[in-house]
């Protein structure tokens, strides 16, 4: 006797999700088809963008907690940049008990970058500080009072003559026009660089950042790290990001962000402004956004690569829960319209599938085949509809076809980490914000 009614119920709840679905992939938005790509596009000629003046000084730096084993894999890419320009590297070791500093010099001796590199002992968090954020501090006020690089060439077309040991342009004092943020773990090809110093003067960008393109080896990374992109352009559409126009969307990456000493200036001239943000990079953004700069946001296919491994389960669901319910801004209700969003999403259409054809093996009333094959039908074409849409996310991390229907498990266990999240905020267990790390 309730079969019709649950079977009612299920096929208006499958019609609803069914639309929402078709919505995303009408949206001129377009969040889900892995766009823009930021190195696919060639370097800009720099005879055109940047014209014969020099290449601005930049200064990467480089936060580090217990990074000593990271580091001979990701360091002397960013020492050996394929940069014209005058660049420095300044190493914040950030209290770390396993020599991270002692392993950073040998490996600038050794590429011949001992003059590149600037190692600097964190100093310890004051009251208010989220530790990463506070490491990027310290790393800023250094490079704007030393710029230590002393060659910056100038951009010119046709070979040009060497410059002899000790003729090289002087470029101390200078303070930097650019400041790369970026993380240990991140592996950046040798035009990285060159190509977001471009992109940034040609567009007059305030912040300009890269998605590092994670890795997707283990069980683990295929079924969660593709919708955790997928996730993260859903909740900030990069176009929209992108768009000068529309000043509520903002967001970057922290494993890569480009920031203009201008808009620095802008927002007080240091990250004051966001030192107790866990999630810091977007909310930079929003600063930078705010103070009237402009934005761009993308994805890496080989440029920028992440090194962290993500062997099992667990770790993904260590990663998803230190932030997760920091995103939702601590707020019960906004958690509980989530999971009820991602129930829609990725429950509803599942359900009704099976639901539908549960019914139509029960051989009930012609009521109850009618309403069991309209759940059914309308199941699969849901399910079809969500593999259309996540089709490019498989195919950017280069996964097979079949991948692209494992998208409702991936919902259902983010949905789980974000509950796990909450739940710890709620026991005290969460992220400590003196830290930014996950405890436990």
Known sequence: MLLLPL???????????FLVWLAFFFDPQRFWDFQPVGDDTP?????SEIRDEHWPPVCIIVPARNEAQTLPRTFPALLNQDYPGSCTVVLVDDRSSDGTADAAR???EQFGRAERLQVIAGAPLPEGWVGKVWALQQGIQNAKCKMQNVAQPRIESGPQEPVAKGQEPEAKGQEPAFFLLTDADILHAPGSLRRLVAESVSGQLGLNSRMARLRCQSQAERLLIPAFVFFFNMLYPMRRVNSFGDKRTAAAAGGCMLLSREALEKIGGGLDCIRGEIID???LARQVKRAGCALALSLSRNDVRSLREYPRLSNVWRMVR???FTE???SWLRLIGALLGLGLLFVVPVLSLLGGLAGLLAAGSPAVVLTALWATLKGLLTLALMRCVYGPAASFFDLPRR???TLPLAGVLYGLMTLD????????????WRTGKDEG
């Open 43 to 47: 370097i800009h000629d720099p005879e």
């Open 106 to 108: 040998p490996i600038a």
């Open 328 to 330: 939702l801004k601590y």
């Open 322 to 324: 230190r932030t997760a």
């Open 7 to 17: 079977l009612l119920a299920l096929s208006g709840l499958a019609t609803i999700s």
């Open 281 to 283: 990079d977007v909310n």
């Open 421 to 432: 999240s909450a739940l710890r905020h709620a026991r005290g267990a969460g992220v400590q």
């Open 403 to 405: 991948y692209a229907y």
